[in-house]
């Protein structure tokens, strides 16, 4: 497979799952899932993303998913799935936001503008098509926040530098899969049309 050469190398991705919120709006670390390793992987590789950040402070949750990446790195799955091998190299799994925001500052010798994500709207949210004119900015580092459990404390709201506004249907109903949530929104910023 040839070298990587990302196509919005200025945007990254993140997954946090600490603090998030559980349904009783407990601050919360949540679990790590197979599933949202792979398929958040897999989107961020499609859309030419730069890296993609799996947070969480818990010490176990963080070497599970260095286990399951290096089972597609180095592993049997390596030689069984070299497109999954190219997705799963995005991943870095960190501790912290604030690890992510000063790698990235480090490569980009620049702030990073966080945008966070979420099911409710907010005042101050910005469409995909707006977005989507920001991140043309190539000498501007961005991060896409993706949350976790029942969604990311208002702390991270208020850090932010945009809020993305939600994914909406036809009806009430907005309880999508956060790797659902991710390939929707990255095919509206970056899908070929």
Known sequence: MEEYSPTAPNVSIALLHYPVY????????????NLDLHDIA?????????????????????????????????????AYNPKRKAAL????????????????EKKFGKP?????????????????????QLLQNRDQPYLLLFGTGWGMTEEVFEQADYVLGPIK????????AVRSAAA??????????
């Open 89 to 104: 190299e995005l991943i870095e799994v960190i501790d912290s936001l604030q690890t992510a925001l000063a790698q990235l």
């Open 184 to 193: 929707i929104i990255l095919d509206r910023l970056f899908g070929n049309r």
């Open 42 to 78: 897999r989107s961020a590789r499609t859309f030419g993303l730069y890296r993609y950040f799996v947070i969480t402070p818990v010490a176990e949750q963080r070497s599970l998913s260095e286990r399951i990446r290096a089972h597609w790195l180095e592993g049997y799955g390596a």
């Open 112 to 132: 990073v503008k966080v945008i966070v994500t979420g099911a409710q709207g907010r005042d101050n949210s910005i469409d995909c098509s707006r977005l989507g």
């Open 169 to 176: 249907g036809p009806g009430d109903y907005n309880h999508l």
């Open 22 to 33: 559980n349904k009783n709006r407990d601050v919360v670390a949540t679990a790590v899932t």
